[in-house]
């Protein structure tokens, strides 16, 4: 049974951190690329960052490059987002993903 749980989420500052981790199971994490996905209220999903199987290639949205780090432990089978100088409009759930398996997300709120 594949399970993938976002946890880290939480109620922060503007220009502050968080980082968020993905647990999973069920599946080979080793060998699936995963990503970060975003959903904000009323909106659609939005894509923010991909990690290959190795860890050696990331990718970001625009919107938050330079500010989000993702990696992985394969050794724990985890998956990482650091988010540093969050803004409001980052404030959304977060979902971890591997290949067409979503996780449960966890909510971020960016606000004073």
């Known amino acids: 049974d594949v399970q993938l749980q976002a946890s880290g989420g939480g109620l922060v500052q503007p220009g502050g951190s968080l980082r968020l981790s993905c647990a999973t199971s069920?599946?080979?994490?080793?060998?699936?690329?995963m990503s970060w996905i975003r959903q904000a209220p009323g909106k659609g999903s939005e894509w923010v960052s991909s990690?290959?199987?190795?860890?050696?290639?990331?990718n970001y949205a625009d919107s938050v490059k330079g500010r989000f780090t993702i990696s992985r432990d394969n050794a724990k089978n985890t998956l990482y987002l650091q988010m540093n100088s969050l803004k409001p409009e980052d404030t959304a759930v977060y979902y971890c993903k591997a290949a067409s398996f979503w996780g449960r997300g966890t909510q971020v709120t960016v606000s004073s």
């Open positions: 069920g599946f080979i994490f080793s060998t699936y690329a």
């Open positions: 990690i290959n199987s190795g860890g050696g290639s990331t």
